[in-house]
């Protein structure tokens, strides 16, 4: 079975300052990997994704994120963090074949401080 | 274009009542998913539909039935609400594009039971 991690339930930077937001995945074959950011009272807007190729993945807003299978990681960054990415982000990972049934993460809460 | 639409967007129920959260999709995907999400827990997966016709149980579906009325229609149904019930429902949507999968997600029923 699938499973994913956010070990971070709330992350605090300043504004202008660089982000890393960490997602551990297991998963027994090469996984969908996939990134979203809630805003409050909103639903689910897709950050990026990776299923196969170039394992760093530009998406939208600034994001990218670098799949590394030797550490079943895909951490999400941007360089200069604006207010307006105060949200919560979630991690998810899915199976190749089938239905496509991706598990989510708890979520980390990003906090930005002016 | 309207995406995912959920309906109602806000509901207060009693315990032992019931009601219908109504879900749509106009981009004429296959599968369809019902989430709950609460505080913590990230999106947890109520039922799902690969396909018109077709519905399976997720990680947490007692107290709950759902309708694959049609390829567009995907309705959740709480028989009779409890309290523990109470939480933010999301209704996704999903097709391949390319070699990936990508959801769709709606804005969301906010649910209160009391």
């Known amino acids: 079975a699938q499973s994913v991690t956010q070990p971070d339930i709330h992350i605090t930077v300043s504004e202008g300052a660089s982000l890393e937001l960490r997602c551990n995945y297991s998963?027994?074959?090469?996984?969908?990997l996939f990134w979203y950011v809630q805003s409050p009272g909103q639903g689910l807007q897709l950050l990026l994704k990776?299923?196969?190729?170039?394992?760093l993945v530009q998406g939208i807003k600034g994001f990218e994120a670098e799949f590394k299978r030797s550490q079943s990681s895909f951490n999400l960054r941007k360089p200069s963090v604006h207010w307006s990415d105060a949200a919560e982000y979630f991690c998810?990972?899915?199976?190749?074949?089938?239905?496509?049934?991706?598990?989510f993460g708890r979520g980390t809460s990003l906090i930005v401080h002016p | 274009n309207a995406g995912v639409t959920q309906n109602p967007k806000f509901q207060v129920l009693k315990t032992g009542q019931s009601m219908t959260l109504q879900c749509a999709q106009d981009?004429?995907?296959?599968?369809m998913y019902w989430y709950r999400q609460d505080p913590g827990m990230g999106l947890r997966l109520i039922y799902y539909?690969?396909?018109?016709?077709?519905?399976d149980k997720g990680e947490v579906p007692n107290g709950y039935n759902v309708s694959r009325l049609n390829k567009r229609e995907f309705s959740l149904r709480l028989e009779s609400a409890a309290p523990s019930q109470t939480s933010v429902y999301f209704c996704?949507?999903?097709?391949?594009?390319?070699?990936?999968?990508?959801?769709?997600f709606g804005p969301g029923t906010r649910l209160t039971v009391t």
């Open positions: 990776y299923f196969s190729g170039d394992t």
């Open positions: 996704a949507s999903s097709e391949r594009t390319g070699l990936t999968y990508e959801q769709y």
């Open positions: 539909s690969a396909s018109e016709g077709t519905t």
């Open positions: 998810a990972v899915g199976a190749m074949g089938g239905s496509y049934i991706p598990t």
């Open positions: 981009m004429n995907h296959n599968s």
């Open positions: 998963y027994g074959a090469t996984p969908y």
